[in-house]
């Protein structure tokens, strides 16, 4: 790709964040904020700044910072300016498919499908991990990378804006590994594991740092779908986890023998080094509510309990519909006007995404040191805001005279990259979907490695 064209004018209807549109372009999150677009079909919106920008001349291209490309009022499409993504799509040859790999104890359970999709993930390495290995590199000291295996969907890094997280994490290295869903329309309502192995790692870490780069796997997070490959990735040793300083699962809590026998082996290979913490924040990410910390084979203490608690709920609506209204997915017009003054000062309370943390005693537990100063847990901003976020929380399950629930604005402009369940009919008491999907966005940062 040499650059993304979004000059064609909007078209009719409802303008939306899909993941067909501009996931892989733009900015989901105002810390992710780049070169401003003020026209064509995405006005108000930014470019990603973790894309580069080249400009191109007759004598050659050079680099250019996302401020020089708005101050020459460059755009995308236009002819002159390339924007080159940072993250590395490459297919992946799922390692968990018995015809793949011989000898599986745990093979995933993958189809012979007439045609079957080619599955494919990324890995993203921040800047900061670049400059790091430039500098060892330059003082002839071997480079050795953290790699944060990130089970998912595999569009988290886009939509949940995870580079940002990324890059504040010492010689992180990510790669996000997709899942796969029932509903997938190719899946031919199967669903199955999808893994990673070493052999994989060391080719892309290869080809995006070069060669003699040494790593090691520091994190895994199972999130959504990807808990299937997260398991079976551990209990089938695809990856080596001796060094492994922690195992998280995010709102994906299904009391399955998968599931207690790779915590098991992650206990037993890494001698309980490896930190590990179970995110519960969706009815549906708890299996109906039938999973618990015993089922599942962990403390109490690592378990974090998110779900049903209106906090968490607030914040992270909040934060999904500021970041909609920041980029002019959402539009102020669509709100009751005499909600605005008081939804734009909920807004201004809120704390900075990477310092919201769950608890302090589980930050604690995670890293070995308190929280860092100015960090906030999301009881703690509402207690704090507590007429704001209460207003704010009403606001957002019921209708404002002619105006819809902020619930189903979230959803109907597809803020987070789709459409969700709720743009209908909002239920107050199904928090199901927005508490699954917003999670990752706010609390990934405290999973992730901090020196």
Not at 185 to 191: A, Y
Not at 426 to 436: F, I, K, V, Y
Request: aromatic share 10%; glycine share 8%.
């Amino acid at each position: 790709m040499t650059y993304i064209d979004l000059s064609t004018p909007a078209g009719a209807g409802v303008r939306t964040r899909n993941s067909d549109d501009v996931s892989d372009l733009l900015a989901y999150h105002a810390d992710e904020d780049g070169l401003p677009i003020t026209g064509g079909k995405y006005p108000g919106a930014f470019v990603n700044r973790f894309f580069r920008l080249f400009l191109k001349a007759p004598s050659g291209r050079r680099e250019i910072t996302h401020a020089e490309a708005a101050s020459l009022n460059l755009q995308p499409g236009d002819p002159v300016l390339q924007i080159v993504p940072t993250t590395a799509t490459f297919e992946l040859v799922n390692p968990l498919d018995k015809v793949v790999t011989t000898g599986l104890k745990y093979p995933a359970a993958v189809p012979r499908l007439k045609n079957p999709a080619k599955l494919y993930a990324s890995i993203f390495v921040p800047p900061s991990t670049f400059a790091y290995v430039a500098e060892a590199r330059k003082k002839r000291v071997a480079p050795e990378v953290k790699v944060l295996l990130f089970f998912g969907t595999g569009s988290e890094l886009d939509r949940h804006g995870l580079r940002f997280f990324t890059e504040r994490s010492p010689r992180c290295v990510f790669i996000n590994v997709p899942g796969v869903e029932a509903g997938y329309d190719w899946t031919e309502g199967h669903t199955w594991a999808v893994g990673i192995s070493t052999k994989i790692i060391a080719d892309q870490i290869d080809g995006a740092l070069g060669k003699g780069v040494a790593f090691i796997v520091d994190r895994m997070i199972a999130y959504s779908t990807g808990y299937q490959g997260w398991s079976d990735t551990i209990r089938n040793g695809l990856v080596d986890l001796s060094r492994l300083r922690g195992a998280f699962m995010f709102d994906c809590l299904y009391p399955e023998a998968r599931v207690k026998e790779a915590i098991a082996r992650l206990r037993q290979v890494t001698s309980d080094r490896a930190r590990i913490a179970l995110y519960a924040a969706s009815y549906a990410g708890i299996n109906k509510g039938t999973a618990t910390p015993e089922k599942l084979g962990v403390k109490h203490t690592e378990w974090i309990k998110l779900v049903y608690q209106p906090s968490f709920q607030a914040l992270t609506h909040l934060r999904v519909l500021a970041a909609g209204l920041h980029d002019h997915t959402i539009e102020w017009s669509e709100i009751n006007p005499e909600d605005v003054p008081s939804l734009q000062s909920a807004i201004a309370t809120l704390p900075a995404r990477g310092t919201v943390i769950s608890t302090p005693e589980a930050f604690q537990a995670l890293h070995g040191i308190g929280p860092p100063k100015g960090a906030v847990t999301a009881e703690a901003w509402f207690n704090g805001n507590q007429k704001l976020a209460t207003f704010f929380r009403g606001k957002l399950w019921k209708k404002s005279g002619k105006y819809p629930a902020l619930v189903q604005l979230i959803w109907k402009h597809q803020v987070v990259g789709w459409d969700g369940y709720y743009s209908v009919n909002p239920a107050p008491d199904n928090l199901a979907e927005g508490s699954h999907d917003f999670m990752a966005l706010e609390y990934t940062w405290e999973c992730m490695n901090r020196t």
